[in-house]
């Protein structure tokens, strides 16, 4: 039961994690690559190239990370794996935030993010792969600053 409440508390801090860290570096690599950090722009309504549509959705992408693990650990049934998804999803089109495709991205990449975690399901792994996760990026932004 221990290992349960140490697991849920892992979770959090994934969330935590995605959302306050990764997501800002994504932001970040994703201005310099495409010169576009965050929302679709009015001026692309027909031009589908990734400069026009700005970066993933954090949002969706951390939802999907940590409703899967959440699933996977059995603390919900996988239709509210959906219901969260789809409400974070929903949401983010609604108010105007992303477009499609930008939660389709997140989805994507939280779904790829979450099958490695699953995959690694140890602790020490997780948090290894995290730390190594932040080095990758960072790495990628300086390389990125160093050659503008």
């Known amino acids: 039961m221990k290992y349960n409440h140490i697991f849920l ?4 801090l994934i969330g935590l994690y995605h959302y ?18 965050k929302r679709p722009k ?8 990734y400069k026009c549509y700005g970066m993933p959705s954090g949002h969706t992408e951390t ?3 940590v409703s899967l693990l959440l699933w996977y650990k059995k603390y919900i049934s996988i239709y509210f794996v959906f219901i969260i998804i789809f409400l974070t999803m929903l949401q983010r089109l609604l108010s105007k935030m992303h477009s499609l495709k930008q939660v389709f ?3 994507i990449i939280g779904s790829i993010y979450s099958a490695i975690y699953i ?5 020490l792994y997780i948090i290894l792969f995290m730390l190594f996760l932040i080095f990758i990026y960072n790495l990628i932004l300086k390389n990125i600053n160093h050659y503008s």
């Open 63 to 65: 939802a999907t990370v």
């Open 20 to 37: 306050i860290v990764l997501n800002p570096l994504e932001k970040n690599i994703f201005k310099h690559e495409f010169y576009n950090d």
């Open 9 to 12: 508390l892992l979770i959090i």
């Open 42 to 49: 009015i001026e692309c309504k027909n031009d589908d190239s």
């Open 119 to 123: 995959k690694l399901d140890n602790t």
């Open 105 to 107: 991205a997140g989805l």
